[in-house]
């Protein structure tokens, strides 16, 4: 069973996409919401954690809140993919069960 | 496709409400259904029909609402939550002696029993919180 991850914070102010890299399966999905996009760009320290996700699972960044943070136009990590709320919606039905790590 | 969806943040705190409202609106527009809306702990806050935001900024309480009532979601207020932070359906204020109640329309005073069910009877649950 494959599980979407939502993840809402920055990696600078709290672990838990840390967490959810941790403990999430191959095969599942970490969408980074709000503050969690942060987590999605290029160069950034905590990089490597995304990075490591995307070996064996599909990493999305929901683009309004990008857009919000002024952040549209920095570079993502190579093989994060962009979606809009309708994507969101899209990705809770492709996948089994939708966690948010709160 | 049956979402319950769960809001567990007050409005104007960071972005839950708005991140739950844009999902849910994004859902009903592409046809799928709502069975409910569960605000829960500080989410509770989003049901006060008594906030007054600056003109220029967007009221949350209004947005859901209009949302509410054009698609007839239930919107539903966890009782125990909403009673510690003070709000109150009309018959909640009168059982506890206050003067006033203020929950705006369309919400509703429900409780916990009402997330399970939800839970049971929707494909999803989608949670957003803090």
């Known amino acids: 069973m494959a599980i979407l991850h939502t993840v809402n914070k920055s990696p600078y102010e709290k672990a838990s996409l840390e967490s959810c890299v941790q403990r999430s399966d191959a095969g599942a999905a970490i969408l980074l919401i709000e503050d969690g996009v942060y987590a999605a760009l290029a160069g950034g320290a905590k990089a490597d954690l995304v990075k490591a996700a995307l070996a064996d699972r599909k990493v999305f960044v929901l683009e309004p809140d990008l857009k919000a943070r002024g952040l549209a136009d920095q570079a993502l990590i190579e093989g994060v993919e962009s979606v809009d709320f309708d994507g969101f919606v899209d990705l809770t039905t492709q996948y089994d069960q939708v966690n948010a790590w709160l | ?130």
């Open chain 2, 1 to 130: 496709m049956k979402y319950a969806i769960m809001i567990n943040e007050g409005p104007y705190n960071h972005q839950a409400s708005d991140t739950a409202y844009n999902f849910c609106k994004a859902a009903l527009d592409k046809g799928h259904e709502i069975i409910r809306v569960f605000f829960y702990h500080d989410g509770v806050n989003n049901a006060t029909r008594l906030g007054v935001p600056p003109q220029d900024d967007r009221n949350i309480t209004e947005k859901w609402v209009a949302l509410g009532k054009e698609h007839d979601l239930d919107l539903s207020v966890c009782v125990a939550a909403a009673q510690r932070r003070g709000l109150l359906d009309e018959g909640e204020a009168q059982r506890w002696g206050k003067d006033v109640n203020n929950i705006a329309e369309v919400f509703h005073i429900t409780g916990l029993g009402q997330l399970v069910e939800a839970c049971i009877q929707a494909d999803r649950l989608v949670e957003f919180g803090d």
